[in-house]
């Protein structure tokens, strides 16, 4: 089976999408430190671009996680695969996740994450599927909405594959 990926947002609407919310992002934190949380894999490539964007002084740290369930129903119940180095009490906690799908997978992860107590915690993601959501998650900032299909690049996977991709691109199989 071929694999074709289509360009549904260009490299440069992505690079010139993630420089507003930067400055979106800045404004809205003056004069205050941002501690950036990454959730791997899937995150990485969109935090990077942001943060080089973000002009508040900004720390990061990396979680990894993984659902219980299926591969394609995430269960909500959320695995810790790589957890946070340091505390993020007191903090002004920025989540960054490449995409919003069911939204089970962050309504876990930010509840637990407020447990820790930080002094703030938004949510920030490159991609949302408002149209797939389960669970109701309150997202801070949204690069793009997009329509119900699998998209690969700027960090997305198929099999792994294709995170690497300067772009967004839909998938499809013939
Ligand atoms: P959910 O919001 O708990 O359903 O899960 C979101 C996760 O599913 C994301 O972090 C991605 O890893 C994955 N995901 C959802 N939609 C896509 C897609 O279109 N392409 C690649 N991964 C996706
Ligand atoms: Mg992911």
Known sequence: MAEH?????SEEEVDARIKAMGEQIS?????KQIHLICVLKGGSFFMCELAK??????SLDFMSVSSYGSETKS???????KDLD????????LVVEDIVDSGRTLSYLMEMLR?????????????????RRVVDVNVDYT??????EFVVGYGLDYDQRYRNLPYIGV????
């Open 5 to 9: 990926v289509r360009v549904l947002k």
């Open 27 to 31: 404004r809205d934190y003056a004069g």
């Open 86 to 93: 340091e505390s993020i009490q007191d903090k002004n906690v």
């Open 53 to 58: 964007r973000i002009t508040c002084d900004v």
């Open 171 to 174: 998938i499809s199989f013939d």
């Open 75 to 81: 269960s909500g119940v959320v695995k810790i695969v």
């Open 143 to 148: 690069g793009f909405a997009i329509p119900d």
């Open 115 to 131: 447990d820790r107590k930080p002094a703030s915690l938004k949510l920030c993601t490159l991609l949302d599927k408002p149209s």
